[in-house]
């Protein structure tokens, strides 16, 4: 099992930039993917931007493209998703997530994944 932490929440106004982290620990050779989901009060857990440990390769929503970038230190334990140009939309508990399965497709689903962190919030005001 890996352990996620998650770190570098707090509060910004709209416009600002964050730097979200993920530390990773325990039996972390079994990833695939990892990647960040939000949550909203009262909306479901969507996927922000995801990254195969392997290759590097990146996905990002649609409504975060352009202003997240996901990327990961080059022992892989660490994952960070910079977050610029903040808006009150963005405001979310943010979880890091990681999966081990074989799929043949992008890992975009909450039951990708088999490891969570327990959520850091970000608070976006206007």
């Known amino acids: 099992q890996v352990q996620l932490v998650e770190s570098g929440g707090g509060s910004v106004q709209a416009g600002g930039s964050l730097r979200l982290t993920c530390e990773a620990s325990?039996?972390?050779?079994?990833?695939?993917?990892w990647g960040w989901f939000r949550q909203a009060p009262g909306k479901e857990r969507e996927a922000v931007a995801n990254i195969y440990i392997a290759t590097g390769s990146t996905y990002y929503a649609d409504s975060v493209k352009g202003r997240f970038t996901i990327s990961q230190d080059n022992n892989k334990n660490t994952l960070y998703l910079q977050m610029n140009s903040l808006q009150p939309q963005d405001t979310a508990m943010y979880y890091c997530?990681?999966?081990?399965?074989?799929?043949?497709?992008?890992?975009?689903?909450?039951?990708?994944?088999?490891?969570w962190g327990q959520g850091t919030q970000l608070t976006v005001s206007s």
């Open positions: 997530a990681a999966g081990s399965s074989s799929l043949f497709r992008r890992p975009l689903n909450v039951d990708d994944y088999n490891s």
């Open positions: 325990g039996r972390t050779s079994g990833r695939y993917y």
